[in-house]
């Protein structure tokens, strides 16, 4: 199971480990976003630090419907502590977990200032 917490600002947060191009493992933040369909979408400079391998440049839609092209990248996560290989979006100014990366999982969040988050595998 992967838990977080619910910031002030109502996002919910969850730790998740990646690796450098060194393969040592990174732990950073990310706010879980249900309305962003990939996996894992990280700011520019956050997969130029992570030494990402890029693998194509695709079409993105925009939650205001505007089409951007899009840098993405491979990565492995620990993820439920076994490594799993995921595509990177280099794209905005947050981290953002997507919906591809919770399928098969439930997500359960407590929508409140401290509350807690949790993923767990479905059975």
Not at 39 to 56: D, H, Q, Y
Not at 82 to 95: K, Y
């Amino acid at each position: 199971m992967i838990t977080g917490h619910v910031s002030s600002s109502l996002e919910a947060i969850v730790r998740l480990h990646i690796e450098d191009s060194g393969g040592q493992t990174q732990a950073m933040d990310v706010i879980i976003d249900t309305g962003f369909t990939s996996f894992l979408s990280l700011p520019a400079a956050t997969v130029s630090e992570l030494g990402l391998k890029w693998i194509l440049e695709e079409d993105t839609r925009l939650a205001d419907g505007s089409l951007v092209s899009t840098n993405v990248y491979t990565a492995v996560v620990i993820w439920n502590g076994r490594p799993r290989n995921i595509n990177v979006q280099a794209l905005g100014v947050h981290s953002l977990i997507g919906m591809a990366m919770l399928a098969s999982h439930d997500l359960a969040v407590r929508v409140t200032d401290g509350g807690s988050v949790s993923i767990d595998a479905m059975p």
